[in-house]
């Protein structure tokens, strides 16, 4: 490879950000209800990315005026998701990118699981402030490489996690199948996060950072039994599953 | 309607290449009009197997790159004339290798009414694989009885399922199966291979077929036949019996079990 080629590279990157929904091509009333909420949060979205959701508008509002209101209020819009027909030239001069959210949280599949590089963590669907942070559901088995990461909330997989594999949440841990991989349940330090598996032959598990490698085989008594994980002061308590 | 199978498996030395050359000869032996892509952009393999090497003139990269037709690249197979074979370039980077550039050639080879098209993916996860995988509607995991096979296979068959084209459209998931190539069936019983079961049990994804492992392969790779060609060979039925289980038909594993050689074989020792 040359030189130059080497000074610079492009990776992928998954971020987290706000959300915009908007319900009205009123740009009055849209910036009126922003600084309201503005107002409301405090500093609480200062300096926060967002991407304006748009998709359920038919009309354009007036995005400079918008973009202009939003940038004074603090925040950062990035880009729009919205029909092609409300695309206009003030996305370009107020440097807004057209963008893809997903689906609906509750419509949505469970979100791939992420494929070749380590370093990046599925998301879960934003949580809208005062609901109950959702439940990620992973519905393929995750293969070696993949790693999955249910921030702020529980994680489900409806299948097999392959050794090399990792699942990863804030919350609690169920593999329906076989867990051969690595489970980190609680990884925001809830030390009351389980790692329930209904077979048990895992590389490595841990709860709010206490952790533990099977370097060889598992307990033998619960070796591709059903088992549930918990931590006991500072260590790691296997049981079986029911009973 | 043609239907991209991938023939892939993250290792190398598998049987990817061998495999490929036997499942689309079989296909056209089935009488389906197949055409069989060689992925590995730079080393090229394929058209050895095929014994069509003297016969290259223009390359996939020359098609992709607008230099050459289709019509001007694509080999006839020597011995099937409903077999058509697009060689790799073995000069060119790995990188001339282009989604859309891709895309355009297996929808010209669609419009040339092929029902099959075989993409023989490089070993590794680079381009190269990446590219042969991405349009793929099925896939042929070739895995060996070790573990770093099964592991490489694992990491493949996710690769499928979060990358591929119709992971992306969120259609239906690429058919995976799992094709077995040089199992002998006296090492597992050894213990020195990992066995049908338990490699059925890692990666969980339908078999499709098993090979025996077999010197037969070699020779045919050196004389440039598809190793489906050599007649009476336990590797050419076992490779029958993979285009037919493709094809819906419902065949019984063979070449799976171990039989202790009897008294007879033992007092005249053959091969």
Redesign the interface.
């Known amino acids: 490879m040359n030189k130059t080629a080497t000074a610079l590279d492009f990776k992928s990157a998954t971020l987290h950000t706000l959300r915009a929904v908007l319900h009205t091509s009123d740009t009055v009333e849209l910036i009126a209800a922003l600084n309201q909420r503005m107002r409301e949060a405090g500093s609480f979205y200062e300096h926060e990315s967002v991407v304006l959701d748009a998709t359920t508008l038919t009309q354009a509002p007036n995005w400079a005026a918008l973009v202009a209101a939003m940038r004074a209020a603090q925040l950062h819009p990035i880009g729009v998701h919205a029909a092609a027909n409300l695309q206009d030239d003030a996305w370009q001069t107020a440097g807004l990118a057209p963008l893809e959210l997903s689906a609906s949280r509750t419509a949505a599949?469970a979100a791939?699981?992420?494929?070749?590089d380590t370093g990046k963590t599925g998301q879960p669907r934003a949580a809208d402030p005062g609901t109950a942070a959702e439940t990620l559901i992973v519905r393929?088995?995750?293969?070696?490489?993949?790693r999955i990461y249910a921030r702020g909330c529980d994680l489900i997989v409806l299948g097999?996690v392959?050794?090399?594999?990792e699942v990863i949440a804030d919350g609690h841990i169920h593999v329906y199948g076989p867990l051969r991989g690595k489970a980190m349940a609680g990884a925001r330090g809830n030390a009351q996060a389980m790692i329930l598996t209904t077979c048990f032959e895992p590389e490595l598990l841990a709860i709010a950072g206490v952790y533990r490698v099977f370097e060889t085989q598992t307990p033998d008594s619960l070796h591709k039994q059903g088992a549930r994980i918990e931590l006991d002061g500072e260590t790691l308590r296997i049981r079986a599953l029911t009973g | 309607m043609s239907r991209i199978v991938v023939v892939t498996s993250g290792k190398g030395g598998v049987g990817k290449t061998t495999t490929s050359a036997s499942f689309s000869a079989g296909l056209a032996l089935r009488g389906h009009k197949t055409v069989v892509i060689d992925f590995d952009v730079g080393l090229r393999n394929l058209d050895l197997i095929m014994g069509c090497e003297r016969r290259v003139v223009y390359d996939f990269v020359n098609v992709i790159q607008g230099d050459a037709t289709l019509n001007q690249a694509l080999i006839r197979d020597k011995q099937l004339d409903n077999l058509y074979i697009l060689p790799a370039s073995q000069t060119r980077d790995k990188d001339a290798l282009t989604r859309e550039g891709v895309e355009k050639v297996l929808e010209d080879l669609a419009a040339m009414d092929f029902e099959y098209i075989v993409c023989d993916s490089p070993a590794g996860i680079e381009t190269g694989a990446i590219m042969a995988a991405y349009f793929a509607d099925d896939a042929l995991v070739v895995t060996n009885p070790e573990v770093s096979s099964v592991r490489d296979s694992d990491r493949i068959l996710g690769i499928l399922s979060a990358k591929s084209r119709r992971a992306e459209r969120g259609e239906q998931p690429v058919q995976e199966h799992l094709l077995l190539t040089r199992y002998n069936p006296k090492r597992v019983s050894e213990g020195e291979m990992l066995s049908l079961r338990d490699i059925e049990d890692i990666l969980r994804i339908r078999l499709i077929g098993v090979i025996p492992e077999s010197e037969s392969v070699l020779q045919a790779s050196n004389q440039g036949i598809p190793a489906i060609h050599l007649k009476d060979s336990d590797v050419a039925q076992a490779y029958a019996d993979v285009v037919a289980r493709y094809l819906g038909e419902e065949k019984p594993l063979r070449f799976v079990d171990y039989e202790k050689p009897g008294l007879f074989k033992r007092l005249f020792g053959s091969k």
């Open positions: 599949p791939t699981p992420d494929p070749t393929q088995p995750l293969r070696s490489g993949q097999m392959s050794q090399g594999a």
